[in-house]
Nanobody, 124 residues
Framework: QVDLVESGGGLVQAGGSLSLSCAASGDTICIASMDSMGWYRQAPGKERELVAT???????NYADSAKGRFTISRDNAKNTVYLQMNSLKPEDTAVYYCNVPRRGFPNYCRGNYWGRGTQVTVSS
């Protein structure tokens, strides 16, 4: 199966930047089958929401709140997805989760994997 581990969260002042990483490890067959990888976030009192996704081919998709400020990228050789966050706002404060959905996985891999999350706090 697949294990996802996020890193890079922390405390930053409004207007600052932060870079998150998510490394995938585990079953080689499953990791090789990953298509989309993405970032979600959940702020206190709110539902978990999509931030950005990227396919193995490099096609990206962003939430409106992230567009123009955040950049998602991936290194397939390292099985890692990144999220560069610039011009951070207090409303970006949330736990950020890495996700690999079921789509693209053979049945053996099951899919829809989540990391434990990393806290991002933006002070005003």
């Amino acid at each position: 199966q697949v294990d996802l581990v996020e890193s890079g969260g922390g405390l930053v002042q409004a207007g600052g930047s932060l870079s998150l990483s998510c490394a995938a490890s585990g079953d080689t067959i499953c990791i090789a089958s990953m298509d989309s990888m993405g970032w979600y976030r959940q702020a206190p009192g709110k539902e978990r929401e999509l931030v950005a996704t990227i396919t193995s081919g490099g096609t990206t998709n962003y939430a409106d709140s992230a567009k123009g400020r955040f950049t998602i990228s991936r290194d397939n050789a390292k099985n890692t997805v990144y999220l560069q966050m610039n011009s951070l706002k207090p409303e970006d404060t949330a736990v950020y989760y890495c996700n690999v959905p079921r789509r693209g996985f053979p049945n053996y891999c099951r899919g829809n994997y989540w990391g434990r999350g990393t806290q991002v706090t933006v002070s005003s």
